[in-house]
């Protein structure tokens, strides 16, 4: 959960006092990092390195096959006991930072940023998830690019902007959250929220992202109006006990635009008995 977190938080940009205005733009904003050269839509292949030689090129006899844009041997990553390095092929044109690469050392996401590979539309760095490594692909001539057909949102409503109790952990808490790999992964959580909505009782457990209250939740919508694995909502740090759930903010996770990312799931205590139709809705594609 933790790489590229970064993609996922996206800050108002209208004056405070207006809030469908912020929305508004806060959603224009959401857009246009999906549609970014280095946006989720660009997101082309995800490859589970084995231990020892992993081949990259678009020969179909690689390990990592990469799109056809580039050449049947790119070079290959060696990876060996969680570090990786990558070996050029003799005449590949592959760059990191603007710079040749013949051989390059590259931590996964998990160490800070990753160092990043590029080779013409195609850029590759290091994902770390539990105990598996894997390259991450980008191409900025992907197919989720080209055909992305926009974003669809529920009306902007300020019943769904929520004034919630905040109960802290002292100290905060690890909780188990699950992933689409079928995976577990235990996160900080600070604490809890606590609100009633559409008059039934509701507790929400974010857990830190970044400095931010980050909340994977599902609701009566999910599945139907909404993504089916659940949403995603940022929330800022509690203030005299109370902590403001924008739902007008919810937003799908990253596997509802590329089938190559590893989006965490809601854990069962953020399954909300209520329906919430705020913030957006399902991408169909």
Known sequence: MTVLAGWFLIAALAAPGNHASEIRSWRAAREARLRAADGWLTVAGLFWLTEGINTAGSAPVNRIVLPSTAPGRLGSFEHHAG????????????????????????????????????????????????????????????????????????????????????????????????????????????????????????????????????????????GKETYPAGRFLYAEAPRDGRIVLDFNKAYNPPCAFTPYATCPLPPKQNHLPVRIPAGEKTYHH
Not at 84 to 93: C, D, I, L, S
Not at 96 to 113: E, F, H, I, W, Y
């Open 83 to 222: 570090k990786t390095v990558f070996v050029a092929e003799r005449g590949a044109r592959v760059t990191a930072n603007g710079k040749p690469v013949q051989r390059l050392a590259m931590r996964p996401d998990t160490a800070g940023s990753p160092e990043v590979l590029e080779a013409g539309s195609l850029s590759m760095f290091v994902i770390q998830r539990g105990k598996r490594y894997g390259i991450r692909l980008r191409d900025t001539h992907s197919k989720f690019r080209r055909e992305f057909a926009g974003l669809t949102w529920f009306p902007v409503n300020e019943r769904y902007r929520v004034s919630a109790r905040w109960v802290p952990y002292d100290p905060p808490r690890k909780i188990p959250v699950p992933n689409v790999l079928g995976e577990t992964e235990m996160e900080t959580s600070p604490g809890y929220a606590v609100f009633r909505l559409g008059g039934r009782n509701c507790r929400l457990e974010p857990v830190l992202e970044e400095g931010r209250l980050f909340i994977i939740f599902r609701d009566l919508t999910t």
